[in-house]
């Protein structure tokens, strides 16, 4: 923590220092240390960060944190549990649409990790199928640290977490085929989805496994409900690292974000009445 | 170190690239795009790997006697495509371009088509009139595709006033809700990776 302020401020400083060269230079915008478009976005970003770090702070000083029940995770277990009983595999997949660096493909593998550890320790296979061999790498080893975690490094199989295609309908396909032949009992759809979403949801539903799905793209979730037997809508995907794990820090960021997001239609309302009594103001326009 | 190393990496780039959204300074630039190549060389060599997975995983599997038609077509289009691409080019004549426009081109619509009927029988179950909120879905949904079309201009000049004001009042606030939630997600989500809070793809620690 100590060493990410001293990078940020830093930064910060030498932007700070830095700038002269565009408040000398008032009419030359490229070239500036700072892009005077993006401040709103980096004192949102600062606000944000500073509320991030004081919930941090809170539970490092034995502030305790609730989170609401979040069905589609509650249901982790129960999807375990009903492909253990059946004798059939898990099948998980993070969609076409994200790469590592995506959030959404990090929160999908925060929920692969405690997926992972359940799996192992029922003994039940896991298959991963996935689009972009970064992700391959990554999951092979989260799946192998759970099966460690478990207790049961044994049941670590490598060769269930696999690359297929980088193209879409190609992996949408496989994934497609993978789902009519091994017939999983549960299928997690967890991640970055485009046009696959419903493709992929639909032959689960037709072979009648339990569904948890949940992705970043408004579109897609609309599918998903329909197609889905739980879907983790908008933040539920990004807190399920929180949720699953229990970690007071990580469930300390989940409650910053509910604060931004309090602050945020703060925000909106009263700009809304502003713009109501005053039609011509544009002060909260960014 | 195994783990204090990548979180060191992943904190000082985190910043670098925070900082970098906020300068037009031609060395933040050159830095920006810098990584964007680093992180092209590690694609291409993780993409590597990611084949010969596939090779390997095929092999063992038609070896196993497990659906050996299937990975033998995998593997054939995987070998095939290249050695068409360096043998004949890759120019509007070539066997490479008629494999694409004659095999792999049409596969890849079936399968999009494929999803003409999964909306169909998906809308059919979301549809279904069973509750007061599956009924509301159900007429609101028959109000914006009715307001989509031509004939219903024809019938009343509401309907497109009113599909117009569904799609841009009540569904786009919904869906802005469900959106600042993904925002706000996905920036604590990498704020924790950052600050070294969220470790899950570091040894699943």
Not at chain 1, 57 to 77: E, M, N, Q, T
Not at chain 1, 190 to 214: W, Y
Not at chain 2, 90 to 116: C, E, H, K, R, Y
Not at chain 2, 195 to 205: A, H, K, S, V, W
């Amino acid at each position: 923590m100590r060493s990410f302020w001293r990078i940020s401020i830093f930064f910060l400083g030498l932007i700070a220092a830095a700038n002269p060269v565009y408040a000398s230079n008032g009419d030359e915008k490229t070239g500036a240390w700072l892009n005077f478009d993006t401040v709103t976005t980096l004192i949102f970003s600062i606000i944000s960060l500073l509320i991030v770090l004081y919930a941090i702070w809170s539970v490092k000083s034995g502030r305790k944190f609730k989170i609401r029940d979040i069905p589609g995770l509650k249901a982790v277990d129960e999807a375990v549990g009903r492909a253990t009983e059946m004798g059939s595999p898990i099948l998980y997949t993070p969609g076409w649409g994200g790469d590592i660096q995506r959030p959404t493909t990090i929160a999908s593998m925060n929920i692969l990790s405690s997926v992972a550890a359940k799996t192992a320790e029922y003994d039940t296979r896991l298959i991963y199928p996935t689009h972009d061999p970064v992700i391959m790498a990554v999951a092979q080893e989260v799946v192998r640290e759970a099966a460690i975690r478990a207790g049961h490094a044994d049941r670590f199989r490598a060769d269930d977490v696999f690359y297929i295609s980088s193209s879409q309908f190609g992996y949408a396909a496989a994934v497609d085929g993978i789902i009519s032949r091994e017939k999983p009992a549960s299928i997690f759809l967890l991640g970055t989805f485009e046009a696959e979403s419903l493709i992929l949801a639909e032959t689960g539903n037709a072979i009648g496994s339990i569904q948890i799905a949940g992705t970043d793209s408004t579109i897609q979730l609309a599918f998903f409900i329909v197609a889905c037997d739980y879907t983790l809508i908008g933040e539920e995907l990004f807190a399920a690292s929180g949720y699953l794990s229990r970690n007071e820090s990580i469930l300390s960021s989940v409650k910053a974000q509910d604060i931004i997001k309090i602050m945020i239609a703060l925000f909106i309302v009263v700009a809304m009445i502003w713009a109501t009594i005053d039609p011509s103001s544009k002060w909260w326009v960014f | 170190m195994r783990t204090k190393i990548p979180l060191i990496i992943c904190l000082v780039f985190g910043v670098i690239m925070f900082a970098q959204y906020f300068s037009s300074h031609p060395l933040a630039l050159k830095v920006y795009n810098n990584i964007l190549e680093w992180w092209q060389i590690i694609f291409a060599f993780t993409l590597f790997i990611g084949v010969l997975a596939f090779v390997k995983n095929n092999l063992k599997n038609i070896s196993r006697g497990k659906e050996p038609i299937y990975k033998l077509i995998g593997l054939l289009g995987l070998v095939l495509m290249p050695i068409l691409a360096i043998a004949g080019g890759t120019g509007i004549d070539s066997p490479f371009m008629w494999s694409f426009d004659n095999m792999l081109a049409p596969m890849q619509a079936t399968v999009f088509s494929l999803l003409a009927f999964f909306v169909a029988s998906a809308s059919y179950r979301g549809f279904r009139a069973r509750t007061v909120s599956a009924t509301i879905l159900l007429l609101t949904a028959l109000i914006v595709l009715l307001g989509r079309i031509p004939l219903a201009e024809m019938v009343s000049e509401s309907f497109p006033k009113l599909t117009f004001w569904i799609q841009s009042y009540p569904s786009m606030a919904a869906r802005r809700a469900i959106l600042i939630g993904i925002g706000l997600g996905s920036m604590t989500t990498a704020l924790r990776v950052i600050l070294g809070i969220e470790r899950t793809y570091l040894r699943g620690e």
